[in-house]
Every structure is written in C-alpha cells, then in structure tokens.
Nanobody, 112 residues
Framework: QVQLVESGGGLVQPGGSLRLSCSASGRIFSIYDMGWYRQAPGKQRELVAAIISGGRTNYADSVKGRFTISRDNAKKTVYLQMNSLKPEDTAVYYC??????WGQGTQVTVSS
C-alpha cells in the first residue's frame, strides 16, 4: 500500500511560479516511475510530466520549457516546478505512482 500526499498548490498570477510536492509512504520509492497529472473542470485528466526511476523525464507539449519534474529518492518525494504559469494551467494536479496509486489532488489556480 502506498499513500501519496500532495502540497504546494494555490492561487498565483499569470507569469508566476509554484512548486508542487508529492510525498510517498512505503519502503521502496526509487524503483518506481512517478508522474503528475492534471484535470481542469469539464476536461479529462491529462499527463503533465513523468519521471522514470532512472531519472529520465517527459512532458506534455503544453508545459515543455515551463515545468520541471524532479525527484528526491531519499525523501521519497517528487516535485513539479511550474514557471511562467498561464490561466490555462488552472486545474487540480494529481500525483501518480507507477503501481496505480493517486494522491488526493491539489488545486492550482492561475488568475489575475
């Protein structure tokens, strides 16, 4: 059983930055791929960024160059640094574990 707890969401103006964190329970973390997804009102949940156990990353085209996913295996935490935020980035952001576990979500609102 793995529990994921996200934090770091909030309200930010366009062009601003936020860093999301996702802390995982469980004894083993480093061998699993992790990802961040988001779901805006009326839309399907979509992959934002993923990081495999070896550290390779991939991003949705809409966030490339603005978002950075990283992980600290010692802390069993994955991060999503979000820069140059746009109103269309507004969504609930979810942390995902390779074994199919999800966090509770954290709201990100980009608005002036």
């Amino acid at each position: 059983q793995v529990q994921l707890v996200e934090s770091g969401g909030g309200l930010v103006q366009p062009g601003g930055s936020l860093r999301l964190s996702c802390s995982a329970s469980g004894r083993i973390f480093s061998i699993y791929d992790m990802g961040w997804y988001r779901q805006a009102p009326g839309k399907q949940r979509e992959l934002v960024a993923a990081i495999i156990s070896g550290g390779r990353t991939n991003y949705a085209d809409s966030v490339k160059g603005r978002f950075t996913i990283s992980r600290d295996n010692a802390k069993k935490t994955v991060y999503l640094q979000m820069n140059s935020l746009k109103p269309e980035d507004t969504a609930v952001y979810y942390c995902n574990h390779e074994l199919g576990y999800w966090g509770q979500g954290t709201q990100v609102t980009v608005s002036s």
